[in-house]
C-alpha cells in the first residue's frame, strides 16, 4: 500500500487531456479509480433493474448513439451486468445489447438519492440556502436519466459534453473499444517492457497510450513514476526488465490505493453516492510543483510531457 476543442457530433475525441482551469492546472479527467469506483457504487443502482423510461437532452455530440434510438432500445431493458476497461464503463443488457459509457473531463455518473455541492453550479449553489446545496434537480447538462418504475433513478451528467454514451447491437463491436490495451489493474512488468521496445517516446507518453495500457492519465501517471523511482521524460527504449517491473507494480499499487479512498476529487469528480475521494491528499508529486519532495526533501518540479503538465522528484527519479 502506498502511503479543447467541441468535437463534432459522432467524431472520436482521441486525447486523453484536460483543459487548463483557473490555477492554472488542467481539470483532470476521471482516470481508471474513479471509474471504477464509479461502477462499484454505481452498481447496485442499476444491476437487475429494468428500465422504465429514458429521458434525455437534445441531440449534440454527447451522444454517439441517437437520443431518439436511445429512448426507444432501452426502455425495458434489463440490466444484467456492469463492467469497466480502461475508462468505459459497460452496462450489459438483456437481449446482448451493451450501453457504453465514458464520464470524459467532467462526466458525473451518480443516483437521484446522491447529495454534493459538486454537483451543482456556482450559480445554483448562490441561489440556494447553505442547507439546501447538496439537493440536486435534473438541469441542462444532466443529459441521460434513466427511470425504472420504482427506486432511485441514475442521471449522467456533464457541463462539458466531452463524455459519451454509445448504445451496441447484439454482436456489435466498437473501435474505442477495441482499440484499447490491457487493463491497467491488471498490467505486468513483461508486458510493460515488450511494449517499450525499439520505442524513443518519452515513457510519459507510452503510460498515456489507452492502446497499450487502458485507463492511466496524467495523474496516476506521474504518481506511478515517481513510486518506481523513474524520470517521465525517459526514453521508454531505455527502461530495463526491472524498472518495467517495478513500474507496473506501481502502476498497480497507485490505482489500487485510489480505489481504497474513492479516487482523486480535485475538481468535478464525485462518487455515484455523493461522497469525495481522498487520494489527492496522497499525492506525492502532481500538482505539487515548488513544494519539497516528502521522501527527499528537493523541489518537485514540473515539466510538459505529452503536452501534459508532468510532475517529478529529481532526487528520488532517475
Known sequence: MLPAAEAPHGVEDTHDGAIAGGSGYPLPMPELPEVEVTRLRIEPALVGRRIRRVVTTPDSYFFLTRPARLKRSLAGRRVESLDRHG???????????????????????????????????????AALAPEEQGRFVPDAHTHLRLCFASGPEVY????????KVLLLGPGETSPRLGRLG??????????LFRATRG??????????????LAG??????????????????????????????????????????????????????????GSDGAYQDERFVYARAGESCLRCGEKVRRVVVAQRGTHYCPGCQK
Do not use: W
Open 199 to 212: 520505442r524513443r517516446v518519452a515513457i510519459k507518453s507510452l503510460l498515456l497510450d489507452q492502446s497499450i
Open 87 to 125: 475508462k468505459y464503463l459497460v452496462a450489459n443488457l438483456d437481449g446482448g445489447s451493451r450501453l457504453v459509457v465514458h464520464l470524459g473531463m467532467t462526466g458525473q455518473l451518480f443516483s437521484s438519492g446522491a447529495t454534493s455541492v459538486r454537483l451543482l453550479s456556482a450559480t445554483a449553489r
Open 182 to 191: 490491457v487493463d491497467a489493474l491488471g498490467a505486468t512488468g513483461e508486458q
Open 216 to 273: 492511466v492519465g496524467n495523474i496516476y501517471a506521474d504518481e506511478a513514476l515517481f513510486h518506481a523511482g523513474v524520470r517521465p521524460r525517459r526514453a521508454a527504449s531505455r527502461l530495463t526488465q526491472r524498472e518495467c517491473a517495478a513500474l507496473a507494480q506501481a502502476i498497480r499499487a497507485v490505482l489500487e490505493r485510489s480505489i481504497e479512498t474513492g479516487g482523486s476529487s480535485i475538481r468535478d469528480y464525485v462518487a455515484p453516492d
Open 156 to 163: 449522467l451528467r456533464d457541463v462539458r459534453k466531452f463524455g
